[in-house]
Every structure is written in structure tokens, then in C-alpha cells.
Nanobody, 129 residues
Framework: QVQLVESGGGLVQAGGSLRLSCAAS????????VGWFRQARGQEREFVAA????????HCADSVKGRCTISRDDTTDTVVLLVNNLKSEDAADYFCAARRNEGYPATYYYVLSSSYTYWGLGTQVTVSS
């Protein structure tokens, strides 16, 4: 069974950039549609960004739109989330999630957490002012 592993969290200065990676242990991340979610302390988990199985379609949440890029890195077999101009409200635990396409079009991406089968354990992001 595939296990997702996030990396790249830590302390980031406000106004700086965040780069998170998601890899699949026991599998290949390129076999999955992938999403990123985050959960701040005391708040519900929220959608951040998603990328389709074939990588052609991406979507970022309004909360990070204009500051967000999600992409596939085939050389490292990871999905990378970049968030620029970090704000205090970006501080949270970030989780990557994945699902197989299971007959759906390769261009689909998924914004609901319930759409995903596999989840990583998360990586903490702290934003310093």
C-alpha cells in the first residue's frame, strides 16, 4: 500500500516562500491525482491545491490564489507545492493526499478531502513575523 511522505515544512518568514514536496513510498506519485490540504490549530482541514493525474490541470484555493503553484517533478517523482508571499494565516499542518483515477478522466483534479484515498502524516509550517 502506498504511503505518502511530505517534506519541506518548518519555520518560514512572513513574505517568504514555502516549498513542500509529496512523495509516494511503495509506489509512484505519478500514478495518482494529488491534493494538498492544511489544518491550522483549532480549525477544520481546508483544501489548498490539487493537480490532475496527467498534470495538465491544477487548481489553487482562493486563500492562496495568485501565490500558489502545484506541479509534478518527474525527475524526483514528487508533487511540489509552492506558496509565495507567506502570511500568518498560512501557518498550519500541511497534508498531501492522493487517489487513483479509477476510470475518471486524466484531467480531473479533486478539491474535496473525501475524494482522496491516501494521506500523509503532515508537515508543520510556522510563519514568523
Amino acid at each position: 500500500q502506498v504511503q505518502l511522505v511530505e517534506s519541506g515544512g518548518g519555520l518560514v518568514q512572513a513574505g517568504g516562500s514555502l516549498r513542500l514536496s509529496c512523495a509516494a513510498s511503495g509506489g509512484t506519485i505519478s500514478d495518482y491525482a494529488v491534493g494538498w490540504f492544511r489544518q491550522a490549530r483549532g480549525q477544520e482541514r481546508e483544501f489548498v491545491a490539487a493537480i490532475s493525474w496527467d498534470g495538465s490541470k491544477t487548481h489553487c484555493a482562493d486563500s492562496v490564489k495568485g501565490r500558489c503553484t502545484i506541479s509534478r517533478d518527474d525527475t524526483t517523482d514528487t508533487v511540489v507545492l509552492l506558496v509565495n508571499n507567506l502570511k500568518s494565516e498560512d501557518a498550519a499542518d500541511y497534508f498531501c493526499a492522493a487517489r487513483r483515477n479509477e476510470g475518471y478522466p486524466a484531467t480531473y483534479y479533486y478539491v474535496l478531502s473525501s475524494s482522496y484515498t491516501y494521506w500523509g502524516l503532515g508537515t508543520q509550517v510556522t510563519v514568523s513575523s
